[in-house]
């Protein structure tokens, strides 16, 4: 299939047809090939065992048993959200729940309506399909699932000119579970043609010791609950980010210290690490500094603020700035990024206007 890449899934029967290429940065909530594969492992296979998310996962386990007592395949889901919240994760437990096989794509690996052919094509039964950043998908690729999702059949497009012909196929029942984190960019057409749609909020603290614990007991550690709620509270409500910086915990213990998970050990891997108390990495801290240093909390323009920091501009506004913004540290103006208060207390510094002149 053209234009397509493959990635690992721990889901029984599953099938891979694509990803998308993430920035590289430790706190991001996007995962690299080997992030996944490392995450793989700890996910829930069961909906009763997935952690936080009770409003959607309740709703869709209504959705689920009602398919199920029908003998159906469920209607198509739609997962909006943050990254690193469980969209992917749902979407196996559901193939899982109906039995059906996983065929995982994203939206930037299907180019061309052949692609999208090729994949629908070889669903079978109560199979599920699960798009990742469905919003990016191309205009003709839209369309033809269009038809895909309400008729479950395609016309596949044979020759070209004016000797084309359409051969309509039909397609076997199957589930569409599409996952974006930009809900606003999806077109009104194909939103609504999901018959589900759940959106995934940032877990609390408590939510990440659960998700903690529950990983901790999946790699053979010990996790101490001070430890825990060290980990929790620097994990940006994500648990993508809690599990790694559990991993990383675990690789301190067993390398640097006794082997035990407890709070020195958290402490002193998070250091290394270098996440402070909020969650923050070099990046953060350094977009925070630039601000209230270097242009006196500012406004500042973005690309002017990455120049500052040594990033792409892309890199500062979907890496660093919505937690920073989420936390109340930085606000967007039309004039530019601004420091509030709590950025200058967070970083034990005077605000420009209370008398401190910087060099």
């Not at 729940?97 to 994203?106: C, D, H, K, M």
């Not at 070209?160 to 057409?189: D, S």
């Not at 996440?275 to 240093?293: N, S, W």
């Amino acid at each position: 299939m053209a234009g397509a890449t493959s990635r690992p899934c721990s889901a029984p029967r599953c099938s891979t047809s694509g990803a998308a290429a993430v920035a590289e940065n430790y706190l991001d909530a996007e995962a690299d090939e080997l992030e996944r594969a490392a995450e793989a492992a700890l996910r829930p296979r069961r909906l009763d065992d997935f952690v936080g998310q009770a409003v959607v996962r309740d709703q869709l386990a209504l959705v689920l048993d009602a398919a199920k007592a029908r003998g159906t395949a469920p209607d198509h889901v739609l997962l909006s959200g943050p990254p690193g919240l469980g969209k992917t994760t749902l979407a196996m437990i559901i193939a899982g729940e109906v039995q059906g096989a996983l065929r995982l794509t994203s939206g930037p690996a299907i180019q061309h309506p052949g692609d999208l052919a090729a994949i629908l094509s070889s669903l079978q039964e109560h199979d599920v399909l699960f798009i990742d950043e469905i919003h990016r998908l191309a205009r003709p690729v839209e369309e033809m699932l269009y038809l895909a999702m309400e008729d479950f059949r395609v016309d596949v497009v044979v020759g070209k000119g004016p000797g084309a012909t359409a051969i309509p196929l039909t397609l076997p029942r199957f589930t569409v579970v599409g996952a974006t984190t930009r809900a606003g960019l999806l077109p009104a057409p194909l939103r609504d043609r999901f018959g589900f749609t759940g959106h995934l909020e940032f877990y609390s603290p408590g939510e990440l010791e659960q998700v903690l614990r529950r990983s901790a007991r999946l790699l053979g550690a010990e996790l101490e609950p001070a430890a825990a709620a060290e980990l929790a509270g620097r994990s940006r409500g994500t648990p993508r980010i809690a599990n790694r910086l559990l991993r990383r915990v675990q690789d301190w213990a067993q390398v640097r210290g006794s082997g035990a998970l407890d709070l020195p050990a958290t402490h002193a891997a998070l250091d290394l690490f270098e996440v402070d108390r909020l969650g923050l990495d070099r990046l953060d801290r350094a977009v925070l500094l630039a601000l209230c240093k270097r242009f006196n909390g500012g406004p500042v323009g973005l690309s002017t603020l990455a120049v500052a920091v040594g990033e792409e501009p892309e890199t500062v506004e979907t890496v660093a700035e919505p937690f920073l913004v989420r936390e109340g540290l930085v606000t967007r103006t039309p004039r530019g990024r601004v420091a509030t208060a709590a950025a200058y207390a967070h970083l034990g510094l005077t605000r420009p206007e209370d008398g401190a002149l910087w060099s």
